[in-house]
């Protein structure tokens, strides 16, 4: 089964700034089968990215997503205070479609 | 606008099995590409994905929790079950049903979640 990881556990940083956020597979994954999703405190998750790179609909371009084989990448280019929450990755496989461990955006 | 809707018991005692039932509106599991998956958060903790079916009726499992799960749909009602036997207060937690287009591979729509606590 395929582990993601995500890194950093936490990231602290302030509104306006650029977020980079990580996520690494333990095999290869198909770029089309690599989503990011956010969740706010209470409520379910978002989808944002699937894909790798494609947004979702109503997703700002703020966000975008990159990479490829067992590496890739959520970058949120300026950080808006809605947009503090936490981000999962997410592959599609066989046999699981597992989630990695999540990144926490916080206000620094 | 698509939606789903998670229902069961808040409360199961250790040793019970679970039952879950996801309703959904606004698309089909009879047409090519749909899919509906299970999948949970311990409090304070991370998504677990649980199971899916798909259009044709094939199921894919946790390897983790394989043993325990059971994930089956009625078409005409459109709806998805959940079941999990042999409950532990580790299975604490929010499960939520999801959707998944092939066409993203990725679960697009969620339920709200339901909350199940396990104790005696």
């Known amino acids: 089964e395929i582990v993601l990881t995500q890194s950093p556990g936490t990231l602290s940083l302030s509104p306006g700034e650029r977020a980079t956020l990580s996520c690494r597979a333990s095999?290869?994954?198909?770029?089309?089968?690599l989503a990011w999703y956010q969740q706010k405190p209470g409520q379910a998750p978002r989808l944002l990215i699937y894909?790798?790179?494609s947004r979702a609909t109503g997703i700002p371009d703020r966000f975008s997503g990159s990479g490829s084989g067992t590496d890739f990448t959520l970058t949120i280019s300026r950080l808006e205070p809605e947009d503090f929450a936490v981000y999962y990755c997410?592959?599609?496989?066989?046999?699981?479609?597992?989630f990695g461990p999540g990144t926490k955006v916080d206000i620094k | 606008q698509v939606t789903l809707r998670e229902s069961g018991p808040a409360l199961v005692k250790p040793t019970q099995t679970l039952t879950l039932t996801c309703t959904f509106s606004?698309?089909?599991?009879?047409?090519?590409?749909?899919?509906v998956s299970w999948i949970r958060q311990p409090p304070g903790k991370a998504l677990e994905w649980l199971a899916l079916?798909?259009?044709?009726?094939?199921?894919y499992y946790s390897t983790s929790l394989k043993t325990r799960l059971t994930i089956s749909k009625d078409t005409s009602k459109n709806q998805v079950v959940l079941t999990m036997t042999n409950m532990d207060p580790v299975d604490t937690a929010t499960y939520y049903c999801?959707?998944?287009?092939?066409?993203?591979?990725?679960?697009?729509?969620w339920g709200q979640g339901t909350m199940v606590t396990v104790s005696s």
């Open positions: 606004g698309f089909s599991l009879s047409t090519s590409g749909m899919c």
């Open positions: 079916i798909d259009w044709d009726d094939d199921k």
């Open positions: 997410q592959q599609y496989g066989s046999p699981g479609r597992t």
């Open positions: 999801a959707r998944m287009d092939i066409r993203v591979y990725a679960f697009d729509i």
């Open positions: 095999q290869s994954v198909s770029s089309s089968y």
């Open positions: 894909g790798a790179s």
